[in-house]
Each structure stands twice: as C-alpha cells, then as structure tokens.
C-alpha cells in the first residue's frame, strides 16, 4: 500500500523528484532490516539464555488494524515459569491466514528468566519472520539504490 501510493500518486509524483523518493524507500528498507535485526538478535539471546518450558494455547485474539487491512490472528499463550509462577499474555506475533494455532495445543515456549512475561514460541514463525522482514528491507533498499540510478 506504502510502496503503491509512493510510485501510483499524482500528487507525489510531480512533487518529489527521484532523489527523494530512492531516500524515502530506502529509508523503509532501512526500517524493515532493522526490526528484523532486532527481532532476530532476540530470538537468538532467547534461545541461548532462555528457559524452555511447554505452554498451552489458552485463546486466539483477531485485530485488525485498520478498515481494509488484514486480521491477525495473536495466540494468547499460558506456561509456568521454574519457580512455579503462572504468565498467561498474548503473544506479539500475529498470523495473517488463519491460526496456525488452537485453542488447547501445547506449544514449546523460551522464556527470559530475568523478565519472566518476556517470551517467544519456539516454532517456525519465530524463525521465519525475521527473516523476511531483514529480506523485504534489503529489497527495497536496493530497489532504491537501482531506482536512483535508473532515474
């Protein structure tokens, strides 16, 4: 949508030259890599100093964030922590196409011991999103670069 009204719109094609249009989707490219550096740098001081514990799937939650885009699908996930204390909170990673979860299913989950709330699934989501957000910024960043000298 972003990408479609920077390339599609009147306004802002006769009023922004190609410099600065290269900077604004770069500027993005930059953003997605960095919160799929971040994310990854989590995952991976997760893994390595986290606690692992099963949790089970208590609900899903579906927002929507705005009128016309799409509904995530957010499980609400309970575990136990080695001291015995009970988290239940919703997990910060939504699915777009229906959950991949359900209510009941047991799920491998890594806590940070020092912030016990603090958490990921161990599953292929926690893995692959990071991924794909640090993919889509290098795109649009060389996109950017390509769309700078081909202007």
Do not use: C, W
Not at 29 to 57: C, N, P
Not at 123 to 136: E, T, W
């Amino acid at each position: 949508m972003i990408i479609d009204t920077l390339l599609y719109s009147n306004n802002f094609t006769s009023n922004t030259d190609s410099a600065t249009r290269a900077l604004i989707f770069g500027g993005i490219g930059a953003i997605f890599s960095l919160i799929g550096a971040v994310m990854h740098d989590r995952r991976k001081t997760l893994v390595k100093e986290g606690v692992q514990v099963e949790g089970t799937v208590i609900s899903i939650e579906r927002e929507r964030s705005s009128k016309n885009s799409m509904t995530l699908n957010y499980p609400v996930v309970s575990y136990r922590t080695l001291q015995n204390e009970l988290i239940t909170k919703k997990y910060n990673i939504g699915i777009s196409s229906g959950s991949s979860y359900k209510e009941g299913d047991s799920v491998n989950v890594i806590y940070d011991p020092k912030d016990t709330s603090s958490f990921i699934l161990n599953d292929a989501s926690s893995k692959i999103i990071p991924r794909i957000f640090i993919l889509i910024g290098l795109v649009l960043t060389i996109g950017a670069v390509v769309f700078y000298i081909m202007k």
